[in-house]
Every structure is written in C-alpha cells, then in structure tokens.
C-alpha cells in the first residue's frame, strides 16, 4: 500500500482524538464534539484533520483559544476556527462584556434627554 494510502488508513477517530489532546484541552473537546456530530465518521474524521493541521501554521496556543471560543460560540465548523486564527489580530468575539460604549465624543449621556 501507497505511503499515502496508509496515511489516510490510519487516521481514525481515536487517533485524532489524542492528537488534539495533546494539543489542549479545549480542543480535544472541540475535536471530540466535531466527529461525534457529522453523519459519517469519514465527514468527522476529515473536519478533525482540518482542525488540527491549523496547530501547524498557528501554532498550538493560538489554536487552543481559538477553539475555546468555538466552543463557547457553539459552532461545530472548521472554516469558523480558522477565520478566529486569522483574525488573531481583530478579536472577533471579545472576552469580557463591559457596562455600555464607554467615552465616545458622539455619545450625549443621559443630561442631554431632558
């Protein structure tokens, strides 16, 4: 058998789960809610490789947060983890909801209704 065949043989779902374990925590589970979701295990099994083959470019903490906001936005998508990663720098979800708009120049306040 192709080097190549084998490769894909052997990527089963117990596999890719300890890949992503090692990874984090928040990804094993994402990794875990990914292929228990799909259909088909193949449909699982190929959304879990996309997910961890990102831990290559981004690197493993990058993609750990990422998936920790996946998670808590409850979106199974691989295509979503990977637009969080390449918005890095522009958080897309932000970690903590303060009081209200803060300071703006264009904000009245409450003196101005009347």
């Known amino acids: 058998m192709p080097p190549s065949h084998r490769a894909v043989v052997e990527r089963t779902p117990e596999r890719l789960r300890a890949e992503a374990a090692?990874?984090?925590?928040?990804?094993a589970a994402y990794v875990d809610r990914l292929i228990?979701?799909?259909?088909?295990?193949?449909?699982?099994?190929?959304?879990?490789?996309?997910?961890?083959?990102?831990?290559?470019?981004?690197?493993?903490?990058?993609?750990?947060?990422?998936?920790?906001?996946?998670?808590a936005a409850g979106v199974l998508s691989p295509r979503f983890v990977e637009g969080l990663l390449k918005a890095a720098g522009h958080p897309v979800l932000p970690d903590a909801i303060d009081g209200g708009p803060g300071e703006h120049g264009n904000v009245r306040g409450p003196g101005y209704y009347h």
């Open 22 to 27: 090692a990874i984090g925590v928040a990804t």
């Open 36 to 71: 228990d979701s799909r259909q088909h295990v193949a449909q699982g099994v190929r959304a879990a490789v996309g997910v961890i083959r990102l831990s290559g470019r981004h690197g493993a903490a990058a993609l750990e947060k990422a998936c920790e906001r996946a998670l």
